[in-house]
């Protein structure tokens, strides 16, 4: 399957310390990709520059087979309309309302919306994960878990053919993340494609076609379940035994993938 997203030989440094060490990697379009690793080990950095925010010392990122650096101001905009990034620290603006965070990219993205719609859209989907009395609200006037649901609708407002999701899931509460979960499993339903990076079980079980492996910015392993399961790394095994431990109640492949 032709990746929509390529990484090439990606190598960035940080002072002295290597965070990405020549990575190679490719994501398939409609499928569900969990990037995976030990703290530390370049993948939030990883998926930042998958999704153009960072820009690698060396290599190429290639959307759709095109150099993402030799995209036109155009193309760049078509390709922001077209994704969503939720960050791991939410990264709301934090002078904005958390109405004003999710209207903003209606607005620059879909600026024939009316008034109206874009009204309709955006508090429809705060109503979705029970956050329609904060759209008056500050980022700062709200719990970590409210501002990362909130960022995680902004992702979402544009309805995404492409979505990166960074740790979404920490320190929400359990019925934030169950309808945050929903959400995801309908994006994913449609064909979405999803790249995260996560330590949940839960999620990964839920989503997962494909992963990455990665280890001291060195991918260790890129392909779909199936793939991974026949893995004899020891490394590999290592990390998914490590990130995956809480997996027991979940998914049979992740059962496939510890030997259970």
Known sequence: MEALIELKDIL??????????????????????????????????????????????????????????????????????????????AALWANKTIYENLALPLQVHRPSLT?????ERVLGLLARLGLAGSAGLLPAQMSMGEAKAASFLRAVILEPALLFLDEPTPSLDHELLEKMMRMIRE????????????????????IASHLVVLKEGRVLEAADLATVRRSRSPEVMAILSQVLSEAATYDTDLLDLLGG
């Open 12 to 89: 960035l440094r940080s002072e002295d310390h290597l965070i990405l060490d020549r990575v190679s990697v490719g994501f398939p379009p409609g499928q569900s990709t969990v990037i995976m690793g030990p703290s530390g080990c370049g993948k939030s950095t990883l998926l930042k520059v998958a999704a153009g925010l960072t820009v690698p010392d060396a290599g190429e990122v290639l959307v759709q087979g095109q150099p993402l650096a030799r995209f036109t101001q155009r193309k760049l905009m078509e390709l922001r309309g077209s994704s969503g990034f939720m960050f791991q620290d």
């Open 187 to 206: 994006l994913r339903d449609r064909g979405c494609t999803i790249i995260a990076v996560t330590h949940d079980a839960h999620l990964t079980s839920m």
């Open 115 to 119: 008034a109206a719609r874009l009204k």
